[in-house]
Nanobody, 119 residues
Framework: QVQLVESGGGLVQAGGSLRLSCAAS????????MGWYRQAPGKQRELVAA???????NYADSVKGRFTISRDNAKNTVYLQMNSLKSEDTAVYYC?????????????WGQGTQVTVSS
């Protein structure tokens, strides 16, 4: 069983910064892609940023230049440094990770952490 535990959310003023962390645990040798998604009220969940085990990254256009995703493979932890936050970044942020299984692959989600940016 895999667990993804997020931390670091909170309330911040516009222009401020937050750092999210997601620690993955379970009987998994290594995780493939790890990423962050977000869901604002009344909107669909969307990809924010993702990083492969080799370090390749992908960002939503709306966060490029402001957010940075990184990971520590030894700790199975992924981070999201969020700078220059805007009110439109307000959402619940979810961690996602996928891994290889004997029959293919699987993925799971964290419980989510609220990020609120006040203008």
């Amino acid at each position: 069983q895999v667990q993804l535990v997020e931390s670091g959310g909170g309330l911040v003023q516009a222009g401020g910064s937050l750092r999210l962390s997601c620690a993955a645990s379970g009987r998994i040798f290594s995780f493939n892609t790890m990423g962050w998604y977000r869901q604002a009220p009344g909107k669909q969940r969307e990809l924010v940023a993702a990083i492969t085990s080799g370090g390749s990254t992908n960002y939503a256009d709306s966060v490029k230049g402001r957010f940075t995703i990184s990971r520590d493979n030894a700790k199975n932890t992924v981070y999201l440094q969020m700078n220059s936050l805007k009110s439109e970044d307000t959402a619940v942020y979810y961690c996602n990770a996928d891994w290889t299984t004997p029959t293919g692959w699987a993925a799971d989600w964290g419980q989510g952490t609220q990020v609120t940016v006040s203008s």
